[in-house]
């Protein structure tokens, strides 16, 4: 089996690492990532400037965009094949809820989804790395339970698998502290912290984005509340954001617009 690995911390982050050495005990792994950390990249491709490709002396690739771009160049040519599977993260920090749309970790693995081929997004819930080999050996274990249906398509035992798209986020627990895995759809965020002003040396204003806000919606059910247990959360995604349940409304909108006056 060959997996693509990327992620949005920068090919040199510990938990690339980590879970590139994790990965690579169950199947053939190749690195393929930002040089510089590009967090909250959402699914940004970069058009208007070249990127190049460059090779570390881990073996790991690196290019100087974005982790969509990263998976695209790579899914486009540069690997030369197409992998049964696109692992994105360890993130340094959750992606939870609202996070999602911002996330350059999960827009790595949309991009590979994009492509149709499945795609998972790990993050751990606090910053700091702490316990990452844990994190690391529960999403290889992860992967593993989802590798015989792969291995089926590829071995050519079955037409294709549609692909999927899911989103995890590991308490940052020692192992026997981590209760398992639950399904969990996306809680909700507060609206983000008030922006940060500083003046330059020159006295210009300098604006800073301010941080996250806080959990709004956080009850059962939630990424949150699964991850607050001490449990793995599970997220499956799909990136059709049509407001199905309004189209009819819209349709007798559009309706009453085109009549003649």
């Known amino acids: 089996m060959k997996i693509l690995i990327c992620n949005d911390d ?57 982790p969509a771009d990263c998976v695209h160049i790579a899914l486009t040519g540069l690997l030369g094949y197409r992998p049964d599977l696109v692992v994105s993260g360890i993130n340094n920090g959750a992606n939870m809820g609202d996070d999602t749309i911002y996330s350059g970790t999960v827009g790595a693995a949309m991009e590979g989804y994009l492509f ?37 398509v590829a071995h050519g035992a079955a037409p294709t698998v549609a692909p999927w798209l899911i989103n995890v986020n590991i308490p940052n627990l020692p192992n026997a502290q981590i209760r398992g895995v639950k399904v969990a759809r996306l809680g909700r965020r507060h609206a983000a912290e008030r922006v940060i002003t500083q003046t330059s040396p020159r006295g210009e204003t300098m604006y800073w984005i301010g941080g996250a806000g806080a959990a709004k919606d956080a009850g059962e059910g939630t990424d949150f509340d699964a991850t607050s247990q001490g449990y793995m959360s599970l997220t499956p995604l799909h990136v059709d954001l049509t407001d199905h349940e309004r189209l009819p409304y819209w349709a007798q909108t559009a309706a009453r617009l085109t009549q003649p006056r």
């Open 10 to 66: 920068g090919y040199q982050a510990s938990g690339i690492v980590a879970l590139y050495e994790a990965l690579k005990t169950i199947a053939d792994v190749e690195v393929v990532a930002p040089e510089q950390n590009n967090s909250a990249k959402s699914n940004a491709l970069t058009l208007h400037t070249p990127m190049y490709v460059q090779t570390a002396a881990s073996g790991f690739r690196y290019i100087n965009g974005t």
């Open 116 to 152: 149709g081929i499945p795609a998972i997004a790990f993050s751990q819930t606090e910053k700091g790395w702490a316990h990452i080999d844990v994190a690391a050996q529960r999403a290889r274990d992860l992967v593993q339970q989802m590798l015989p249906s792969l291995e089926t």
